[in-house]
């Protein structure tokens, strides 16, 4: 079939580091925060620091403010004004009061204001123009208009808004009452290349005109709302905003949120800035945020994460698993625990390497496939049960050795230094026939694909002997696994399960056909059909659940692949596709790239390739599970059906990649806020309907696995979906 192939290009994916206490900063004191070409100066405690190179820098210079200012930099301490040249502060100005900001009007006109008066820089002299209330914190100025001078303003904690007016210099004041200014607490002023005055406030965010047209932020959807406790315009349009709930840009006339878990140590950002090339330092009460834009690929991403791979999850034998930190964020101090679906999310990675392997011919592709065959095999040879998969096997070095359920737990007989995990599920055995299929198709030599029929077929033997059934050592069926026709069509208990496990069974035997060439597999699946109507519990195989039940989403969509692949009988296909197509409508609000990607590559519809493409650009780097606050953002829409269900409402619409709570996928990308419990009441104006979901784990703490980006983009292109 013949696929419309999406070249995304180069877009920017952003990745950050924090500067916290541990670097020596005195997080309650920092004062100002700005950029001189990539040096980012920070003052604390009147000290001022550099980070330059991934180093902090305690320097000999003093300062209380830092100024950014049309490609200047200017510091202030006390009543004296600096300017930054060469590595040194030069003297500009001293005043009669320490200085409290400074602002250049679109005429290159020079204001400083100080906590007693505004000066205007006239003949190479700072000139005091005019008084200016006590709690005044901010300035913005337009111009030096000599007629009336009203495009100078400042912004105060108590008397709000003042306009600058007439010939006897004098403040007029924009109230709240008679214009439409939201508050009396103004924290920022800013003004854009168009002349308008963007105006931070405890209420949220104004633009004015400068005479009588108002924007309300709170009710215009194009610009933030919340409160707004600095803002920084750059000379290209791009503007950033510091609020109580996060980092937001408005960037191509779209609002972007960086919040707290992935971006920033706490909700409340209180200062930025920006340099030239776009790096963003935010502060935050916990410590800075120094969030950089790189340019990248989506191969050239593939290339980072197939090295985060090898680098940080790859166990043992070559089982590929999520990693447990000991700190938060910090992938350097995890370690690797075992799964309960070691050889699901192995077989998922083992595919994605296969899919490389395909498409480029590297060799460590080839090898980190085999190498994850090699350790599924393992997981059935170590049981000593014929055709039995354990779930998992560790060793007396690891520090979990001999804790959890020993009931399921044991000891391998020709070994006491290893043990292995029962109780599969069939999760497991998806990954299993998903990943010898596709490493049987892609890669195998002859002596590999005899040694994968080998498996395979004890495999299915085993589940064949025990009525549909993978039966552990104690003799007992195990809770999942379980594909018997008369309990999934005649049992209500297994309802929900139904469609899926009919599909996996037909998948199983249909890859085991496959891969042996042995007829009878191929009659045990017609028999399912014929005699059990299995392939019309594929019509609609997915159960719709309000979004609340993920687990059997991936295992639906891995299932489908290779049955649709093996399966040669049109009408059969069609069947299935039935069931792929509805279930893929169903979960398109997801905008999944596995999800979209596996439909694209099975059927000649349209896939949304796009946004398959979007969600993998916009997956962070590190791949910990932050925490995730997003219940103030305004873009959000509730969906209460779960409600009905006795569970917390979630989000109708997932969030962006980047501001989701990372999650396999098997996991729940509607949750709205998670692991930000402290920061319920934050916001008060939201209502933070839900601060977690039970599971979600999201807490810093470990780290996603990456095939969640692997598999979708080397099968998209395999499939021709995706250009390099």
Not at 566 to 588: I, P
Not at 667 to 674: K, W
Request: proline share 3%; hydrophobic share 35%.
């Amino acid at each position: 079939m013949r696929k419309n192939t999406l070249h995304f290009g180069s877009f920017k994916q952003y990745d950050k580091i924090f500067l916290a206490a541990e670097q020596g900063l005195n997080l309650e004191n920092i004062s100002g925060v700005a950029f001189d070409d990539d040096t980012l100066y920070i003052v604390s405690d009147n000290t001022v620091f550099t980070y330059e190179n991934d180093a902090l820098k305690k320097t000999d210079f003093k300062a209380d403010k830092l100024f950014s200012r049309k490609g200047r930099l200017f510091a202030a301490i006390g009543n004296t004004l600096g300017e930054m040249k060469n590595g040194t502060i030069e003297n500009v100005a001293d005043f009669a009061a320490p200085v409290v900001d400074i602002s250049f009007g679109l005429d290159g006109s020079q204001w400083v204001l100080t906590e007693e008066a505004l000066y205007l820089l006239l003949d190479g002299e700072y000139t005091r123009i005019v008084h200016v209330p006590d709690n005044t914190v901010c300035l913005a100025a337009l111009n030096n208009k000599a007629r009336f001078s009203e495009t100078v303003y400042i912004g105060c904690t108590e008397e709000g808004l003042l306009s600058m007016k007439g010939k006897r210099r004098h403040w007029a004041e924009l109230l709240p009452d008679i214009t439409g200014a939201l508050s009396r607490k103004i924290n920022c002023l800013a003004i854009d290349g168009l002349g308008h005055l963007w105006v931070g406030s405890d209420e949220g965010l104004n633009i004015y005109d400068g005479r009588n047209y108002w924007f309300n932020g709170n009710d215009f959807y194009s610009v933030p709302d919340g409160q707004i406790n600095d803002m920084c315009f750059t000379s290209d349009g791009k503007k950033y905003f510091a609020t109580n709930t996060g980092l937001i840009t408005l960037i191509e006339g779209k609002i972007s949120y960086y919040s707290f878990g992935a971006w920033l140590l706490h909700p409340t950002v209180t200062k930025l800035a920006v340099s030239e090339n776009g790096v963003i330092a935010a502060v935050t009460p916990r410590g800075i945020s120094l969030i950089t834009p790189i340019y990248m690929t989506l191969a050239e991403k593939a290339a980072h994460f197939d090295a985060l791979a090898d680098k940080y999850y790859c166990r043992n034998e070559g089982y590929m698993v999520s990693r447990a930190l000991r700190k938060y964020g910090d992938m350097d101090s995890g370690w690797l625990p075992n799964s309960d679906n070691d050889g699901l999310f192995t077989g998922l990675y083992c595919a994605s390497q296969c899919f490389r392997y395909a498409v480029t011919g590297d060799e460590q592709a080839k090898i980190n496939a085999k190498r994850a065959v090699e350790a599924m095999i393992k997981l059935t040879q170590v049981t000593g049960k014929k055709g039995f998969t354990a779930r998992a096997t560790r060793y007396a070095h690891e520090e979990n050795f001999g804790t959890e359920n020993r009931e399921e737990w044991h000891i391998c007989e020709n070994n006491p230094d290893c043990e292995w995990l029962g109780e599969t599920s069939s999760d497991e055995m998806t990954g299993h026939y998903f990943a010898y299929g596709i490493y049987f198709d892609l890669i195998a030599d002859e002596e590999e694909k005899k040694k994968i029929a080998d498996v395979v077929r004890t495999i299915t033997e085993h589940i064949l002997e025990n009525n549909f059934h993978l039966c552990d050592v104690d003799g007992v069926p195990t809770t999942w696994a379980n594909w018997e026709p008369d309990l999934l069509n005649n049992d209500d208990r297994w309802y929900y399960e139904k469609g899926t496990n009919s599909l996996e069974i037909l998948s199983f035997l249909k890859t085991t056909y496959h891969v042996t060439g042995e007829e009878k597999y191929n009659d045990v699946y017609k028999m399912l059909i014929s005699n059990h109507h299995y392939a019309m519990n594929c019509m609609q195989y997915k159960c719709e659940d309000g979004h609340v039940a993920h687990i059997d989403d991936q295992l639906d969509f891995t299932n489908i692949y290779p049955l649709l692949v093996y399966t040669d009988n049109e009408a059969e296909r069609e069947v299935y596709k039935m069931g792929l197509t509805h279930h893929w409508q169903y979960e398109r609000t997801e905008r999944s790239p596995y999800f979209n990607i596996v439909y694209g590559a099975l059927t000649n519809n349209s896939c949304d390739i796009e946004n398959a493409a979007k969600s993998l650009s916009e997956m962070n780097l590190d791949l910990v599970r932050w925490p995730v606050f997003n219940s103030y953002r305004k873009d959000i829409v509730w969906d209460t059906e779960q409600e009905a269900m006795g569970i917390p409402a979630q989000l109708k619409y997932p969030v962006e990649f980047g501001s989701r709570v990372l999650v396999h996928y098997d996991g729940n990308p509607f949750v709205c806020d998670a692991g930000a419990e402290e920061f319920v009441n934050i916001n008060t104006k939201q209502v933070n309907r839900t601060t977690t979901l039970p599971g979600t784990g999201a807490d810093g703490m470990c780290a996603m696995q990456p095939y969640v980006y692997l598999l979708p983009y080397w099968m998209g292109r395999y499939y021709g979906l995706l250009g390099d």
